[in-house]
């Protein structure tokens, strides 16, 4: 589990809230300031400034650098799973189906 992740994107270096990357992922990744491409699950932990469109460009840019699924946490700790295959929401995460749909909200 990584926390404030930095990607390269096409727009630029973004700071996936949480991220999770296998072991074989981060081996590959190495040790550096700012991955080269996104771990397979970038997670954002939506704030009330936060736009729609601001949000979908940064899943778009996500899931361009490789990610394989995306997750938004919204302020009421309701979780939606978005997967790069489709950009769909999913009714659970195929990575970590486990997961629950809601969390409790700090």
């Known amino acids: 589990m990584l926390t404030e992740c930095p990607v390269s994107t096409a727009d630029g270096v ?9 072991k ?15 771990p397979e699950l970038c997670v ?4 009330p400034g936060d ?22 946490c919204d ?11 489709s950009g769909q929401p999913l009714e659970r995460s195929r990575l970590c189906p486990a997961f629950p749909q809601q969390v409790e909200p700090r």
């Open 14 to 22: 973004k700071a996936a809230d949480v991220a999770w990357a296998s």
């Open 44 to 47: 954002e932990i939506l704030s």
């Open 75 to 85: 302020l009421t700790g309701e979780m939606r799973f978005l997967a790069a295959a």
């Open 51 to 72: 736009t729609d469109a601001a949000l979908q460009e940064k899943v778009a840019l996500y899931f361009d650098a490789g990610a394989v699924e995306v997750w938004l």
């Open 24 to 38: 074989a992922a981060l081996r590959d990744l190495g040790n550096r300031a700012c991955f080269p491409r996104a």
